[in-house]
Structures are given as structure tokens and as C-alpha cells.
T-cell receptor, first 116, second 113 residues
Framework: EAGVAQSPRYKIIEKRQSVAFWCNPI?????LYWYQQILGQGPKLLIQ????????DSQLPKDRFSAERLKGVDSTLKIQPAKLEDSAVYLC??????????????FGEGSRLTVL | GNSVTQMEGPVTLSEEAFLTINCTYT??????LFWYVQYPGEGLQLLLK?????DKGSNKGFEATYRKETTSFHLEKGSVQVSDSAVYFC????????????FGAGTTVTVRA
């Protein structure tokens, strides 16, 4: 079974530039998550999709971050404009659950962003 | 709110040593508890879980027991190997309408041959 795919693995940009990350979840997984993992900290949920609808985006900095999941499959997370503090690993995860999550997530390898 | 506090690292051990990583939580109700592991260059993966008090999760020689009275879920392994070198994350899921999985800060474990 193919895992969660993410790209690019690494990205270096200047502050105020834009960047986009792509995620393809495990086939059949209804729920997709984007997490931000800053060095030395645990992952923090940015946004959660159930099929192509947003379940929770309360911790997404909406002035600069946006995410979409068209057709309820793959997803894109965009940052525009980037700030230095956005340097982190962006993790995509998916789960098989429906409306009530059991907390068992399958993670991709992450996309490491460095903002200079 | 829900939160997880885990032992700070890094932890460095010799092969065959005993490993304990402490994890305590704060939550309303009866959450599910998890340990996730991140091996070098890989994504996080579920190591073990427990869904109710006194449950013991186990996998790959690791164990953790859900202790409601002490709000803890400490991870243990009796004899570590070099291949256990990784970052370990304790996590909590409230099993309510709040869908968030809350992670601890992670503990880096290095096992030397």
C-alpha cells in the first residue's frame, strides 16, 4: 500500500516569497491533515479536511496560509508571503476515519521549509 | 484544554539498556493516548496506543500503560537497540467533537553500540 506522498521534500526561499506544498493521501482516506513542526516542538495542527470540506482551521494563520483539497483527494498548502518564523517541517497526514477521528494518523515524510 | 508533557531529551543510551520516556497529560474526559515515533529521514508513525484506563499498548518491544490516577502514559523498553534511535512523541486524542490530536514536544533517543 502506498503511503502519504509529499513534495517537495526541501525548499529554501527568501522572506516575503511564496511557496506551495503538495500532499497525496493514502487511497481511500477521507481525512487529511496539515501539521507544522517547528524544530524542537511537537507537530501543531494547521488544518483538517474531511473529504473536501474543512473541519478545523482554527490554528491556520489565514492572513498568509491557505490550503485546499479539491475533489477530496490531494491537497495543497500555500504560504504567501513567507516569514522567517515559518521555517519548519510541514507534515501531511491522512486517516481512514469518518466523522469521529480515532487519532490514528498516517504521516508523509514532510516538507522542510527554510525561510532566509 | 488538552495538553501533553513529555520528558525532555536528548537521551543517550547504550545498547541493551532500559529506556523510559515519561509522558503526562491534561485532558477533560477520557482521551485516547498514543506514542508516535519518527526514525531519521522518515515520517511519524504510530508505535502504540491505549484507549482506556489500565490498557497497555505494546509494539516492537515497547510498552506503555494508561494510568488514569497519575494521568500518565510512560513509554518503556527493556533492552534497546541501535535501530531504536529516533524521536518519540506522546500524543492525546480527546475522542470528542474536538478532533485535534495534541502532541508533546518529542524526546530524541540515541542508542550507541
Amino acid at each position: 500500500e502506498a503511503g502519504v506522498a509529499q513534495s517537495p521534500r526541501y525548499k529554501i526561499i527568501e522572506k516575503r516569497q511564496s511557496v506551495a506544498f503538495w500532499c497525496n493521501p493514502i487511497s481511500g482516506h477521507a481525512t487529511l491533515y496539515w501539521y507544522q513542526q517547528i524544530l524542537g516542538q511537537g507537530p501543531k495542527l494547521l488544518i483538517q479536511f474531511q473529504n473536501n470540506g474543512v473541519v478545523d482551521d482554527s490554528q491556520l494563520p489565514k492572513d498568509r496560509f491557505s490550503a485546499e483539497r479539491l475533489k477530496g483527494v490531494d491537497s495543497t498548502l500555500k504560504i504567501q508571503p513567507a516569514k522567517l518564523e515559518d521555517s519548519a517541517v510541514y507534515l501531511c497526514a491522512s486517516s481512514l476515519d469518518g466523522a469521529v477521528s480515532t487519532g490514528e494518523l498516517f504521516f508523509g515524510e514532510g516538507s522542510r521549509l527554510t525561510v532566509l | 484544554g488538552n495538553s501533553v508533557t513529555q520528558m525532555e531529551g536528548p537521551v543517550t543510551l547504550s545498547e541493551e539498556a532500559f529506556l523510559t520516556i515519561n509522558c503526562t497529560y491534561t485532558a477533560t474526559g477520557y482521551p485516547s493516548l498514543f506514542w508516535y515515533v519518527q526514525y531519521p529521514g522518515e515520517g511519524l508513525q504510530l508505535l502504540l496506543k491505549a484507549t482506556k484506563a489500565d490498557d497497555k499498548g505494546s509494539n516492537k518491544g515497547f510498552e506503555a500503560t494508561y494510568r488514569k490516577e497519575t494521568t500518565s502514559f510512560h513509554l518503556e523498553k527493556g533492552s534497546v537497540q541501535v535501530s531504536d534511535s529516533a524521536v518519540y512523541f506522546c500524543a492525546l486524542h480527546p475522542r470528542s467533537n474536538d478532533y485535534k490530536l495534541s502532541f508533546g514536544a518529542g524526546t530524541t533517543v540515541t542508542v550507541r553500540a
